[in-house]
């Protein structure tokens, strides 16, 4: 009966690593989702706030569910996607 237990014990530890190993990534891309969100939200409104895209004849870039998506999922590399549709001339709005 003690091998039982022991290996329970054992198997029980092993889940509990998974578990923990896991939810650590989860929270870490979460974390990252949720800086890159914020570090591209912040350079939307730099962008914005310094008349950037007045100086190529363009207008203000949108701040909404879309920009501030495209920003979350991409980081940097998601503004500056959204500033090269924006060139583009393609609409960032619903």
């Known amino acids: ?3 039982m237990s022991l290996l ?3 198997l029980a530890l092993i889940l ?3 578990l923990a190993f896991v939810l650590y990534k ?3 891309s979460v974390t990252t989702l949720i800086i890159n969100a914020v570090v591209g939200v912040i350079l939307l409104w730099l962008i914005n706030l310094l008349g950037l895209m ?3 004849g363009r207008p203000d870039i949108p701040i909404n569910i879309i920009t ?3 920003c979350a999922i991409g980081g940097v590399f ?3 996607i959204t500033v ?5 001339g393609i609409p960032l709005t619903l």
């Open 68 to 70: 501030v998506l495209i």
């Open 78 to 80: 998601g503004v500056l």
């Open 1 to 3: 009966m003690h091998g």
């Open 8 to 10: 329970t014990g054992l």
């Open 16 to 18: 509990v690593i998974i």
């Open 84 to 88: 090269v549709l924006h060139l583009l």
């Open 26 to 28: 989860v929270v870490k």
């Open 54 to 56: 007045n100086l190529v």
